[in-house]
């Protein structure tokens, strides 16, 4: 493969070429390196019409080249014109460049499954690159996210204040868009561990926890996520371990129990017989006054007096609500249920008894 020496005004940079971010320092450097050693590795090139060249690989040291003002720059020329070869050429050789960021990677996979000119599979574009199919829609996954989060995507595994690697973002990716961007943010500002994105994602995956509840989570920091994930997962292990317990009794065979004669116990009488069945008169014996109506009188009272008049619960108190958490919400309706059953059973007895009072008063 020869190289040849190309004047720099008759080279011209492919703009649809898969690298477009160059980071500065880098160039500088490469540069300063150029300038002091010259140009070791040759650029690649195509000829177009007009007797002029476009790069197919090669545009930092192009533009290094250009930017020192070097009259020529050695190139290899190649013959190839067919342009999804050249494309692939291009991202095979920058796959090998150190800099060719995540998000570049995932425009040019992008482009040539859905590119009319390319139409490509993920099948073909593993084979010719040589890159597993699953690393393929990895990396289209990135391009889910808003570009906001997109410019925080760095190649590698380091975790850096708001940048944002590929671990971190997996885990979000299958949240709903008014989750997934808003967390990314989070997680890059408070450098969050791939560990713990994967239980704050986790979080925002259960389906038991509100949209609501969710939205107003999105205003705590990672570090406050992370415990509310912990305080969730430790109420869900305790809901588990009594629904356990409970199966487990519930299996146990049941022992007959020697019926024992029932202890007489000192209370007072809610429902007396002489109140549920018709008094009998007759004309020699008078009317004797039924003695445990005082008894019951005696029991009503400070019943009554024990029983706070109903008054609207305080709004602050109702507002509290929404941010209970999933097992304080199940403790919550627990004791609403008992209270309500309990209510209920007082309110049936003694409308009993009130419907008795009323047949006696009758007579």
Known sequence: MDIIELATALIDEDTDQP?????????QELMSSIGEIGLLSPIKVRAVPGGRYKIIYGNRRYKACKMLNRPTIPCIVSTTTDELEIYFEQIAENLTRQGFSPIEEAEAF?????????SSSVKYVSSKLGKPEAYIKNKLELLKFSNAVKKLIVGGTEIRKDKL????LMPLKDLPMEHRDS???IMARDEMAVTDVKKIAKLFKDKDISDNTKGKLLFKSGYEL?????TFEHNRKEREKAAKQREEE????KKPVAKQPA?????IQLLPEQLVSQPQFTTSQPQQPAQPAASLLGYLQPLLASIPAPTPLPQEIVQSLERLTSGETDQLMDGIDALIGNLEKH???????RDAAHKYQAL
Not at 165 to 168: F, P, S, V
Not at 250 to 253: L, N, T, V
């Open 183 to 185: 967390l990314a943010l």
């Open 226 to 230: 992370l415990e509310t994930w912990a």
């Open 263 to 267: 202890e007489p116990i000192e209370q």
């Open 250 to 253: 519930a299996d146990e065979p």
């Open 19 to 27: 690298r477009y971010q160059f980071d500065d320092e880098a160039l």
């Open 347 to 353: 309110i049936a007895e003694w409308r009993a008894i």
């Open 165 to 168: 690697t590929e671990d971190q």
């Open 110 to 118: 992008h482009k040539l499954l859905n590119d009319p000119k390319f």
